[in-house]
């Protein structure tokens, strides 16, 4: 009974005279009008939960059409887990999946970015050299050895197609009337990182991609600079890196 309670729950149909016989106990109408108020609650309570994890994404298609959106996800992929942050797993890849979305294509992986930030919040936490000891360290290092950057654990890289890192910050800012002047079809690659208790975003370059993806496979500085290209700026790349801070240590070999 209360598998199937749970089920009719969230169920797309219900059958009736199903639903009338399974709760056929005293005043069956009285139960069946129960029944619907707290599978309503239930549908609230997740689309609420959706929002909350998706806010930028609720935000450019509005209340009323998220909810649509929400409800109709819901029906399909039921949560599993107990705990709501977890669910919404491949609520990105729906929304691509959505053909009235087509002429907002970024959305899908601006729900993934904000899928991913949330995530990252709720990780671990680990320690990081301030801006200050990072440079002194640096300093220190005389060029004769190789000079290995151990980054934080928690930096995602993240690469689109469209300005999702922008939308997500002009949401943050609350500085709406920027995106007037924004280019979506616009590449942008993402570091994600979480210093202290929240998850953090920085709009990086691709050289710089791909000098931060070496430094965390292991390899040391000079050799990450390789695969970077003649445009990449190592001063400031260290800058950025020391100021979010994301340096866990610094060790000449």
């Not at 797309?12 to 199903?18: R, Y």
């Not at 970015?113 to 220190?140: C, I």
């Not at 202290?196 to 050289?207: D, F, R």
Request: proline share 5%; glycine share 4%.
């Amino acid at each position: 009974m209360n598998r199937w309670f749970s089920e009719q729950l969230l169920a797309a149909d219900i059958d009736p005279a199903l639903l009338k016989q399974k709760l056929q106990m005293g005043h069956a109408q009285e139960h069946q009008q129960r029944f619907s108020v707290y599978r309503n609650n239930v549908y609230s309570s997740l689309i609420e939960a959706l929002g909350e994890i998706f806010p930028v994404t609720r935000q450019i298609v509005g209340d009323e059409f998220f909810q649509a959106m929400a409800h109709a996800y819901i029906q399909r992929y039921p949560p599993t887990s107990p705990v709501l942050t977890e669910y919404g797993e491949n609520f990105s890849e729906f929304i691509s999946s959505r053909e009235p979305l087509a002429t907002l294509p970024f959305l899908g992986e601006l729900a993934a970015l904000e899928r991913a930030m949330l995530t990252l919040t709720h990780g671990l936490d680990y320690g990081v050299l301030d801006p200050k000891s990072a440079s002194e360290l640096l300093t220190q290092c005389d060029g004769e050895k190789a000079v290995y950057l151990t980054l934080s654990p928690t930096i995602m890289l993240f690469r689109s197609d469209f300005a999702i890192g922008s939308i997500w910050l002009i949401h943050q800012q609350n500085m709406l009337e920027k995106l007037k002047a924004l280019v979506v079809e616009q590449r942008e690659c993402l570091m994600l990182y979480k210093p202290v208790l929240t998850a953090e975003l920085a709009i990086i370059s691709e050289p710089q991609g791909q000098f931060i993806k070496s430094l965390l496979s292991g390899c040391d500085v000079q050799t990450a600079m390789k695969s970077t290209g003649e445009s990449f700026d190592l001063s400031n790349t260290l800058a950025m890196l020391m100021n979010c801070p994301v340096i866990t240590s610094v060790k000449e070999q």
